[in-house]
């Protein structure tokens, strides 16, 4: 019975470690595409509709720095809105720059709630695997330890799903 739990649990630490590093490359990846895609929408607002020399310097800072959100901001609720709101052009980029940053959020949401849980049930695995010997004589304590396990590590691959949905998305 001993060893069947040491080799449960240290076989759950070891598949959510494995998983999480494959889908946090996939995201890393998406993450990058996402970033270039957001490029272009805030070059055409920082270079075609600022207000004045001094905006548009601080505007090629922010993009230099691609710092997105901030470029974002400014034209949809700042002092660059109503340069923003003149043309086709500029609104189509103001729009695609706001969906770019939701997704990139959202992936970003994702990916860190799949950390925290698979730190967690790996932390509990291992801990796990010191306490065996304490309750491998108690079948019920034993159940009710490699049912959690179980089902912490389907609630885990539940959300790698969820992120490879948004990676493929």
Not at 4 to 31: E, W
Not at 41 to 59: N, Q
Not at 87 to 95: G, L, P, Q
Not at 102 to 127: D, M, N
């Amino acid at each position: 019975m001993e060893t069947a739990l040491y080799y449960g649990f240290s076989t759950i630490a070891q598949t959510l470690a494995a998983a999480i590093a494959l889908l946090g490359a996939l995201a890393l990846f998406r993450l990058q595409a996402v970033v270039a895609a957001m490029r272009g929408p805030a070059a055409i607002l920082t270079d075609r509709y600022h207000v004045d020399g001094e905006g548009h310097e601080e505007l090629r800072r922010l993009l230099v720095a691609e710092n997105f959100q901030s470029i974002e901001e400014l034209f949809r609720t700042g002092r660059y809105k109503q340069a923003a709101d003149i043309n086709h052009e500029a609104i189509n980029a103001r729009e695609t720059l706001t969906r770019l940053l939701a997704s990139r959020s959202e992936l970003l949401g994702a990916l860190k709630l799949g950390l925290y849980w698979t730190a967690g049930v790996i932390a509990g695995s291992v801990a796990t695997i010191f306490l065996v010997p304490m309750f491998a004589g108690v079948l019920w304590l034993v159940a009710i330890i490699a049912t959690s396990g179980i089902g912490l590590l389907v609630y885990c691959l539940r959300v790698y799903f969820a992120i490879v949905k948004l990676v493929a998305g």
